[in-house]
T-cell receptor, first 114, second 116 residues
Framework: AQSVTQPDIHITVSEGASLELRCNYS??????LFWYVQSPGQGLQLLLK??????LVQGIKGFEAEFKRSQSSFNLRKPSVHWSDAAEYFC????????????FGSGTRLSIRP | ETGVTQTPRHLVMGMTNKKSLKCEQH?????MYWYKQSAKKPLELMFV???????ENNSVPSRFSPECPNSSHLFLHLHTLQPEDSALYLC???????????????FGAGSRLTVL
């Protein structure tokens, strides 16, 4: 069965430090991949998406993610985090091109140390 | 208004009450979704509507009853809920069911439900 794993439940980084959030998926072919962010009390906002082409994708708020087929990973990165980046981050996979089949990871909560 | 709007943002109800959650999208999308977000669990897809027809019902208990009167509005009717139904209920929409480079899910801010 298809699955998405975010191995880190909670990460704390210092403001200005770099960030990498991990995401691994289980699927035979290349799925569509997403990262969403959820600020406290809010819904999910799309950060970036990968469908095909360049494996390094740029998103909003200075985030980027790299698709690595050999590792079945789609890790999210930011070179320098801001206090406003504190939120929950969700990786998601769509294996069959149907929006009703999207599978979300359990999320990684990001805290920022002043 | 733009985007996906959910009301109420917070709801507290007893187990014998009947209430409804409302979702409205101003994006011209044809597909709408209800998700349940519980603490420490992945998002759970509950219902999907495409062009006002229900296309998915993921083994959701009958105490949750969806309604989609038109492509812009989606309701979740609640009755005789259990305390374990307390969660954040998220509504989302997409242009249609097919995911491609331009067609992704847009979420509302959610309705926080507490069942006493």
């Amino acid at each position: 069965a298809q699955s998405v794993t975010q191995p880190d439940i909670h990460i704390t980084v210092s403001e200005g430090a770099s960030l990498e959030l991990r995401c691994n998926y289980s699927y035979g072919a290349t799925p569509y991949l997403f990262w969403y962010v959820q600020s406290p009390g809010q819904g999910l906002q799309l950060l970036l998406k990968y469908f095909s082409g360049d494996t390094l994708v740029q998103g909003i708020k200075g985030f980027e993610a790299e698709f690595k087929r050999s590792q079945s990973s789609f890790n999210l990165r930011k070179p320098s985090v801001h206090w406003s980046d504190a939120a929950e981050y969700f990786c998601a996979v769509v294996p069959y091109s149907s929006a009703s089949k999207i599978i979300f990871g359990s999320g990684t909560r990001l805290s920022i140390r002043p | 208004e733009t985007g996906v709007t959910q009301t109420p943002r917070h709801l507290v109800m007893g187990m014998t009450n009947k209430k409804s959650l409302k979702c409205e999208q101003h994006l011209g999308h044809n597909a709408m979704y209800w998700y349940k977000q519980s603490a420490k669990k992945p998002l759970e897809l509950m219902f999907v509507y495409s062009l006002e027809e229900r296309v998915e019902n993921n083994s959701v208990p009958s105490r949750f009853s969806p309604e989609c009167p038109n492509s812009s509005h989606l309701f979740l009717h609640l009755h005789t809920l259990q305390p374990e139904d307390s969660a954040l209920y998220l509504c989302a929409s997409s242009q249609d069911m097919e995911v491609d480079g331009a067609n992704v899910l847009t979420f509302g801010a959610g309705s926080r439900l507490t069942v006493l």
